[in-house]
């Protein structure tokens, strides 16, 4: 290929086959199209395959809590729409929790500020783009680069910019307000305040010395209110945890041989016309050269010589090597949230780190063991991994952009029927780049979280929180910085290199072109992306083809069924980065506005069903803190629309006082988002995340305010009747931060006579009438909420230690029963070599006419279970087989 080809392949055909292709009509109906073509085809494909597939598609129908299950719906293929359209958010609220409603909260958000954005920038803006006098083609005639910089049009850009940058202000801080209050009251629920980690606070970083000794922990917490219940210190021992995990390894070995025994034995009596012949027991060697012993017999004797250990353990447990942490467990709530933002020591690191709201299973227990200086370095040294992941993955994402551009392509032999075929080119400029970067940072997670955990972060759901800001600063400089407005500042940078004269003319047109490759990014999302996210394309293979291949015990098959959990870390900072491009280009390019609406809208609706019936959120209970780093996420975005107004205005500047007038305005409205941002950081963010001395007070003189379905975040009308002020404090909550009062009383008053207002509304809570107080009456009316010692100490001590310390020193072995008469023979056998510390459960499991084991989801395991000697010896006496 000679130089002149090149040279013409660079500067653009003349059919635009292979041009710039950052502005081509046809690559974004190219683009537009197969992604909605694609799209509607996976969306068929799982409205054919829900009803199909229950264990993938509606698992919350029946592999949770009876109470926190959802509906089953029809078989209709588009009847999970307005069923899950139709469930009210105050149930959303009662099923999954508060952090699964401010999730769905942010992303309806969003929908609805693009959605008015959209609707307010394609009527005001469009129009006069489109009649600009610059001369633009193609897309680039929808943008602002075609308005000419004398034009007074201008105007009309910055004044709906303007009350557009208000309006979402408003609203985030709408928002924060009414999760201050849904905080507060999810924070003194009866159902948070039962659990005893809402009193406890998880101390890090605590010296030797002090660790020996619980007393004097006590001692410095004592003084704060209501004074300590319990101190735990950290223990661990590396023999107990070896010998609890042989234990459970061969427990599950133990379960899966006489599963499989029992399966045998079914099939073995159910032939018809033969004799029934019991197999043989499978034999084990008992080591890599041992001699070939009964299975049954040698994996009983093991787990009982595992459980004497595990006991005798229990014993001696107050000998464990002690690390440098401890949980402290106050008489109230406030205490702990109080120990959480107090300074404890005045030396250097020495119990820095209180974190509140603790869950033993969410407790990394090896981190716990760090020294605060061995945990500080290892900070530093994961921050610089964190800044030499950033610097490797900058020059990949922009080689993969580069190499995936047809221009560049087009020049190799291997590629060189891209050039004169319009569609493929159109189609490949489209969909490759935006793909093979989503590829190259969706392992990208995987590698923060490594480092994250290498740096002694003490909880799951703390490595989870700070993911969230770590993979949006990737998103943001990789996806959007890198990939999208790279390629605009590079091209700018060439063509001015000759002509430095013509770098502000260059700036209004390449800026405003680069809107395309955020419609081509956000394309892929809304419609591959959200596709992908309902159809559960590898969960389908995972959660219905793997268990039928590998789930062969009950015990699999319950686990199999298992809702999956959502990946908060993950999912959000996506949605956010959508949200900054959204935003940035909102006035530059109104188009784009339309297209990241479509997407929250999808999203929105798919997220209600995959919360209603699919995702779990079991061990992801942090009270919506998620939701306020999302906040601050946002603002991102508002900056970098501010910050491009500027920009653009400058850019079209020129010498008279209206240009001046122009860039003057353009610099308020950026210090009004400074202004904002700081008032957020200064109200509301220290209300967040702890409990508020006020709110505390309030539930303790009140206490009725803690068995509230909702909280009261409006005052009481005067005159008003109880269904309507619930009906005004419900539509606070969920519109409030969109709309004035005003609005949202006439939007009441013109629905009051619907019914499905008052079954969206919580239950009627009576009117609490604060009693006259005297000195002589106080002791009764407030609550008292000290907690009483007894005989609970020893047993949470044991809930809140190391799983190796929780450990039962017994063995529950869930199996079917196979031929009753052989096998509850063969179960006294193996009852009897493991010497009283196993039970075999055969409840709740069946083997089917096909020979398949099947478990009852129904059936509650741990009620079946024995947790000590005593309760396995009981649980066979009381045994019919």
């Keep these: 290929m000679s130089t002149t080809d090149i040279a013409s392949i660079w500067a653009g055909d003349d059919d635009g086959s292979v041009g710039d292709s950052s502005n081509s009509v046809t690559t974004f109906l190219a683009s537009l199209i197969i992604n909605i073509s694609i799209a509607l085809l996976i969306f068929l494909a799982f409205c054919i395959l829900r009803p199909r597939f229950r264990r993938v598609y509606a698992p919350r129908t029946y592999a949770i809590e009876r109470e926190r299950r959802s509906q089953k719906i029809g078989d209709g293929l588009f009847a999970w729409i307005p069923a899950v359209l139709r469930v009210p958010d105050s149930d959303i609220l009662r099923r999954s929790g508060l952090d699964t409603y401010m999730f769905l909260r942010l992303v309806r958000l969003m929908f609805i500020i693009f959605s008015v954005i959209a609707f307010v920038t394609c009527s005001a803006l469009l129009p006069i783009n489109i009649l600009g006098t610059q001369g633009q083609l193609g897309l680039a005639q929808l943008s602002m680069g075609n308005v000419a910089p004398s034009s007074r049009l201008l105007w009309v850009h910055i004044l709906v910019f303007a009350a557009l940058v208000v309006w979402v202000l408003w609203s985030l801080v709408g928002e924060l ?14 159902q948070h305040l039962d659990r005893a980690n809402a009193n406890m606070v998880l101390v890090t970083g605590v010296p030797p010395k002090l660790a020996q000794d619980e007393a004097r922990l006590a001692e410095i917490f004592d003084i704060l209110p209501g004074g300590v219940r319990q101190v735990i210190v950290s223990k661990q021992s590396d023999e107990l945890a070896r010998t609890v995990e042989k234990r459970n390894r061969l427990a599950k070995q133990l379960e899966g041989l006489l599963t499989a025994y029992a399966v045998k034995c079914t099939q073995l009596s159910d032939r018809p016309g033969k004799t029934y012949v019991a197999p043989r027991h499978p034999r084990i060697r008992t080591g890599a050269w041992g001699k070939r012993v009964d299975a049954f017999e040698y994996l009983a004797s093991e787990i009982a010589m595992c459980n004497h250990f595990i006991a005798q353990s229990t014993k001696t447990r107050g000998e464990f090597p002690r690390q440098g942490a401890a949980l402290v467990l106050f008489n109230q709530q406030i205490a702990a949230h109080l120990a959480a933002q107090a300074v404890v020591d005045y030396k250097p690191l020495s119990m820095g780190r209180v974190a509140t709201n603790v869950d033993p299973d969410d407790v990394i227990w090896s981190s716990l063991g760090m020294s605060a200086w061995n ?13 030499a ?12 952009t580069a190499l995936v551009q047809v221009k560049n392509l087009a020049v190799l032999s291997s590629f060189g029927w891209l050039r004169g075929h319009k569609w493929a080119f159109a189609l490949f400029a489209g969909l490759v780049p935006a793909a093979l970067v989503a590829v190259l940072m969706a392992v990208l997670p995987a590698v923060l979280r490594l480092l994250l955990r290498l740096e002694g972060t003490a909880t799951r759901s703390e490595i989870e929180l700070r993911l969230m800001h770590r993979l949006f ?8 910085v890198i990939t999208i407005l790279a390629s605009s500042a590079v091209a700018i940078t060439a063509q001015a290199v000759g002509n430095p004269g013509e770098l502000v003319e260059l700036i209004q047109k390449r800026v405003p072109e680069s809107a395309t490759n955020i419609l081509s990014y956000v394309l892929l999302l809304a419609f591959m992306g959200a596709a992908k996210e309902i159809l559960q394309g590898v969960p389908l293979a995972l959660r219905y083809i793997v268990p039928r291949l590998f789930a062969k015990t009950p015990r699999a098959l319950f686990r199999a069924e298992t809702p999956a959990a959502f990946d908060w870390a993950g999912s959000i900072p996506q949605h956010t980065l959508v949200f900054v491009m959204g935003v940035s280009y909102s006035f530059l390019a109104p188009v784009v506005n339309c297209f990241v609406a479509v997407y929250f809208g999808l999203f929105y609706l798919i997220y209600r069903y995959q919360f209603l019936y699919v995702y779990s959120d079991r061990h992801w209970r942090q009270g919506g803190l998620s939701f306020p780093k999302a906040v601050k996420q946002m603002l991102v975005g508002v900056y970098m629309a501010d910050i491009y107004l500027v920009l653009m205005m400058v850019a079209k500047f020129e010498v008279s006082a209206n240009a001046i007038l122009r860039i003057v305005v353009a610099v308020a409205v950026l210090l009004a988002t400074v202004a904002v941002h700081w008032y957020i950081d200064d109200v509301y963010m220290p209300a967040i995340k702890y409990l508020p001395l006020k709110r505390a007070a309030d539930v303790e003189r009140a206490p009725h305010l803690a068995s509230e379905e909702i909280p009261d975040i409006v005052e009481r009308a005067e005159g008003s009747s109880a269904d309507e002020h619930r009906r005004r404090n419900w539509a606070a909550i969920k519109y409030g931060s969109l709309a004035p009062s005003f609005l949202l009383r006439l939007g009441l008053w013109a629905t009051k006579t619907r019914e499905k207002d008052l079954e969206e509304a919580p239950t009627a809570i009576p009117p609490y009438v604060a009693p006259q107080l005297t000195s002589g009456s106080l002791a009764v009316v407030r609550r008292d909420s000290r907690l009483t010692l007894g005989e609970e100490a020893a047993d949470l001590e044991r809930a809140f230690s190391c799983p190796a310390i929780r450990a039962r020193p017994v063995c529950n072995l869930w199996v079917p029963l196979g031929n009753p008469t052989l096998f509850a023979r063969l179960l006294w056998e193996v009852e009897y070599y493991g010497q009283g510390t196993i039970l075999v459960i055969t409840e709740g499991v069946l083997i089917n006419e096909r020979g398949k084991v099947c478990a009852d989801f129904d059936f509650a395991l741990k009620d079946a279970e024995a947790v000590d000697k005593d309760g396995v010896a009981a649980a066979q006496r009381n045994r019919t087989l």
């Excluded at 945990?375 to 800044?387: C, D, E, H, K, P």
Aim: proline share 2%; charged share 10%; hydrophobic share 55%.
């Design 177 to 190: 307000r009414t999760y201050t209050h849904l905080r507060m009251w999810w924070l003194t629920t009866a």
């Design 375 to 387: 945990r500080r370095l290892r900070g530093y040294a994961s921050f610089a991994l964190t800044a």
């Design 389 to 400: 992941l950033l610097v490797f993955l900058t020059p990949a994402v922009a080689f993969v």
């Design 473 to 480: 600063f990737f998103n943001v400089w990789n996806i959007y």
